[in-house]
């Protein structure tokens, strides 16, 4: 501090206390609180990826992802119910490693499920707001930037989203 070149140095509290260079004090940070989900990544044996559009306002508005789940859900029930949402067979399941993304006010504590899976029903097509994409397909579409980043690694192809 400049306290012999401030204005208001005969009325400041803290030159009087000699406490210039410790005021004014920082606010505490706010402790960002952390959400947990679960996305499962199905694919079947084309390769192709399951995506649904996710609604037009809230987290990710308008952009392709892969459909999520509770953490809390047993992993039997989770596939019984995915098989029988999606129409299809899971044929082999396998956890992936999880991963953290921050956003202003919360972060998103996100657990990855790969499913390999073979279509028992053309369910998927009656949905309107989820459909299969091939790999390369995904640079077209717009993915949540931690979505991509995940299909780019996790994906058995080349891909190169533009992720800026």
């Avoid at 140095?9 to 505490?28: G, Y």
């Avoid at 809230?58 to 039997?76: C, H, R």
């Avoid at 707001?129 to 690694?153: E, H, N, R, T, V």
Wanted: with cysteine; hydrophobic share 35%.
């Amino acid at each position: 501090p400049q306290c012999q070149r401030c204005p208001f140095v005969d009325d400041c509290k803290a030159f009087a206390a000699t406490l210039q260079n410790e005021l004014p004090k920082s606010k505490p940070k706010k402790a960002i609180p952390t959400k947990t989900t679960r996305v499962l990544h199905l694919a079947n044996r084309k390769g192709e990826i399951l995506l649904e559009k996710r609604p037009a306002t809230g987290i990710w508005g308008g952009l392709y992802s892969l459909p999520e789940a509770s953490t809390d859900t047993d992993l039997y029930d989770l596939k019984r119910q995915i098989e029988q949402q999606w129409g299809v067979k899971i044929i082999e399941t396998a956890e992936q490693k999880g991963f953290v993304h921050v956003f202003s006010h919360y972060k998103l504590q996100i657990h990855p499920l790969f499913l390999q899976v073979e279509a028992v029903s053309g369910m998927v097509n009656e949905i309107d707001k989820a459909s299969w994409f091939l790999p390369d397909a995904l640079k077209k579409i717009g993915l949540p930037a931690p979505i991509g980043k995940y299909l780019k690694q996790n994906v058995q192809t080349e891909l190169h989203l533009s992720l800026e």
